[in-house]
């Protein structure tokens, strides 16, 4: 097939034709062979009687099924379809495809795929719908998703294949250009997928990875960003194997020089080397930036949580800044800090750190030490809970277990349930997820607020007034009293 590729084309510009000797119809082998191979026609001859012969023919197309099976025809009055009539199925095929995905031109569209062995199946909803969102942040359409929950996962392709050749169907169907796997991948897994299929193949961290690429706007993020991608790069690079390295020396080792994928390899490895070295050199400015506000004794204050619940909008709102903020994963990435001055000559410095997110890819855990390294100095780490996501619960847990990785689970903590504006109508139709919050909030020893409400942040301050100023006696009491 790879000198008929599909290229532009929606057909492959081949026909198969082949003989049933007892002159039965196209079985679901032949159909299955249609859809996947993207033929142009496929045609079975077989005996009538002695002298003349029935042919069955099927062609893709626009239907329900994405199949039309045309009636028993005799051979020698059977219709033919020349280039014209392909040429057409072509054509009503692509005005398919492009009614279906409405997409914006250029824009990748993409199939979700889950596979999990013995996960539980609310588990991975969860994580396909976190997937779904991250595919909207990285501008990808998301034509549909596929969740496959087998006793034990394929080695070679992570699902079974007869799955796989449903979740091809449906993308040819649909126009997809893109399959994107919940769990992470092996080079060997996304080489054969992707010969499989002939589509791109991503899993999730290739994805998170290259949101981050697009949301790095200062040096350390850039930094960290193309160091992790490069790390999870190098394993991926495919070459003919260690029998024809140039490397190793000796007999058998001697030749023209480097091949093509070890001088990719060498050159990937001092790059790394290069950033890391860099990476270094920005830690120690931050360090000095850091021991300069030690020093004045300012109280620093961190926010974290997981991403999208409103970290960079509060410090916003606290701090009237104009810091970036959309409802997206990872609208932020690099780090900020701003002073909250507050009445007589008291003042804090609050920092907004990049959101967590549950699997986070161990590349980007390394690459980001360095900007969490602020979290180290912190004299409070301010919680961020999106109130109004129905898996708030897990969300605490993911960011807990985080800070626990990073040694940060002794820090001060003090929980903020973001999004109240957005319960304001759930009491009504949801008493049971309204008194569930209510639950968690006591049970957190949570304090509620809304960023985009700056009259809603007086709790918050008064309670950051009470931790570290506790003899002064006054407190924060409108929103004229709001900094």
Do not use: C
Request: charged share 30%; hydrophobic share 40%; net charge positive.
């Amino acid at each position: 097939m790879k000198e008929y590729p599909l290229g532009r084309k929606r057909l492959r510009g081949l026909r198969l034709l082949h003989t049933h000797l007892k002159s039965e119809p196209l079985t679901e082998d032949d159909l299955t062979d249609l859809k996947l191979l993207r033929l142009d026609l496929i045609a079975a001859i077989g005996p009538l009687d002695g002298r003349r012969s029935i042919v069955h023919l099927a062609h893709l197309s626009t239907e329900p099924g994405g199949i039309s099976v045309l009636p028993p025809q005799l051979l020698e009055k059977a219709v033919e379809y020349d280039s014209t009539f392909i040429t057409a199925l072509e054509r009503s095929l692509d005005k398919a495809i492009q009614v279906e995905a409405q997409a914006k031109d250029g824009q990748e569209r993409a199939i979700l795929i889950s596979v999990r062995a013995g996960g539980e199946r609310r588990e991975v909803d969860d994580s396909l719908a976190e997937l779904q969102e991250l595919a909207r942040t990285a501008g990808v359409q998301v034509l549909d998703s596929f969740i496959q929950l087998p006793r034990k996962l394929n080695p070679r392709t992570l699902m079974g294949e007869g799955k796989l050749q449903e979740v091809v169907i449906r993308a040819l169907q649909r126009g997809a250009t893109l399959l994107i796997f919940d769990q992470e991948l092996t080079p060997a897994q996304v080489r054969a997928i992707s010969t499989m299929t002939e589509l791109k193949v991503l899993d999730r961290s290739q994805l998170i990875l290259d949101i981050f690429a697009g949301r790095a706007k200062s040096r350390d993020g850039k930094v960290q960003v193309e160091l992790a991608q490069l790390k999870y790069l190098l394993p991926r690079l495919t070459g003919r194997g260690v029998q024809m390295s140039r490397l190793m020396g000796g007999i058998g080792g001697r030749g023209p020089g480097e091949t093509k994928l070890e001088i990719d390899r060498r050159r990937i490895r001092d790059r790394i080397t290069a950033l890391e070295r860099e990476l270094v050199e920005l830690s120690r400015d931050r360090e000095q930036r850091r021991s300069r506000r030690v020093k004045a004794g300012i109280p620093i204050i961190s926010i974290v949580g997981y991403t999208n619940a409103g970290k960079s909008t509060l410090l916003n709102g606290l701090t009237q800044s104009e810091i970036f903020t959309e409802n997206l994963l990872f609208a932020t990435l690099d780090t900020s800090s701003r002073r909250l001055r507050l009445p007589r000559e008291r003042e804090v410095i609050i920092t907004d750190t990049v959101g967590f997110i549950r699997s986070l890819p161990v590349s980007l855990m390394g690459a980001f030490k360095a900007t969490l390294e602020e979290l180290q100095d912190a004299d409070l780490l301010l919680h961020l809970v999106d109130a109004s996501n129905p898996r708030f619960e897990d969300q605490i847990s993911q960011v807990r277990t985080i800070l626990a990785e990073l040694g940060l689970a002794e820090k001060p903590e003090l929980v903020v349930f973001n999004k109240t504006d957005q319960l304001e109508g759930l009491k009504k139709k949801d008493t049971i997820a309204f008194l569930r919050i209510a639950q968690a909030k006591r049970r957190h020893n949570a304090i509620s607020i809304s960023a985009v409400d700056r009259k809603s942040l007086v709790p918050l301050l008064n309670e950051l007034k009470r931790r570290f100023w506790p003899g002064v006696d006054d407190s924060f009491q409108a929103q004229a009293d709001v900094p």
